[in-house]
């Protein structure tokens, strides 16, 4: 079964860091690009942060760019996406999801890890 | 910035009813970029719809998409039960979603 599986969620304090962590599975994970997507809570989705399969390529939403770092370690078939200097605003959420093979689109999602910045 | 709009807010129909989404770019978008997805409560979004018009992999046909430039739209030709949730557009090339729109019970 093909699937992704997020972990590392929690509550911590603004300026706080966190890492998140997402396993694949079922699926050659090295072929894909990977991305983070996160929905605050009862609003819609907002993208975070992309890498493509080999890590050459990395984009960062305005919202994030300079304290958050996405990052993968193919051989563990692992997406990560370390957080810092956290805001009340990043409570939210937080989907790893896989790019569908040539084409564009998320075409599998997990079923996501709560981060809460709250003092 | 590429600003994707979704109307109406709320479509509110019954089982049976066609439902027309809207979603609408503030800039030219390729077709090979606008992406639609589903999503249930308390569940992950879905893919339902890529490069504007092709159905993902389990995508019952009632689903279609179309439009481009500008302008797309998803349209749910029969509603089912199942089909009451919220849809959003994305532009893939900027990775930005809509607002979304909430298809409920009439």
């Known amino acids: 079964e093909v699937q992704v599986v997020e972990s590392g969620g929690g509550l911590v304090k603004p300026g706080g860091s966190l890492r998140l962590s997402c396993v694949g599975s079922?699926?050659?994970?090295?072929?894909?690009?990977m991305n983070w997507v996160r929905q605050a809570p009862g609003k819609g989705l907002e993208w975070v942060a992309s890498?493509?399969?080999?890590?050459?390529?990395?984009y960062y939403a305005d919202s994030v760019k300079g304290r958050f770092t996405i990052s993968r370690d193919n051989a563990e078939n692992s997406l990560y996406l370390q957080m810092d200097n956290l805001r009340a605003e990043d409570t939210s959420l937080y989907f790893c999801?896989?790019?569908?093979?040539?084409?564009?689109?998320?075409?599998?999602w997990g079923q996501g890890t709560t981060v809460t910045v709250s003092s | 910035e590429n600003v994707l709009m979704q109307s109406p807010g709320t479509l509110s129909l019954s089982p049976g009813e066609r439902a027309t989404l809207s979603c609408r770019a503030s800039?030219?978008?390729?077709?090979?970029?606008l992406a639609w997805y589903q999503q249930k409560p308390g569940q992950p979004p879905r893919l339902l719809i890529h490069?504007?018009?092709s159905r993902a992999t389990g995508t019952p046909d009632r689903f279609s998409g179309s439009g481009s430039g500008t302008d797309f739209t998803l349209t749910i030709s029969r509603l089912e039960p199942e089909d009451f949730a919220v849809y959003y557009c994305?532009?893939?090339?900027?990775?930005?979603f809509g607002p979304g729109t909430k298809v409920d019970i009439k």
């Open positions: 800039q030219s978008v390729s077709s090979r970029h």
């Open positions: 079922g699926f050659m994970f090295s072929g894909h690009s």
């Open positions: 994305q532009h893939y090339g900027r990775k930005t």
């Open positions: 490069g504007a018009s």
């Open positions: 890498i493509s399969g080999t890590s050459s390529y990395i």
């Open positions: 999801t896989r790019d569908i093979l040539g084409f564009y689109g998320m075409d599998v």
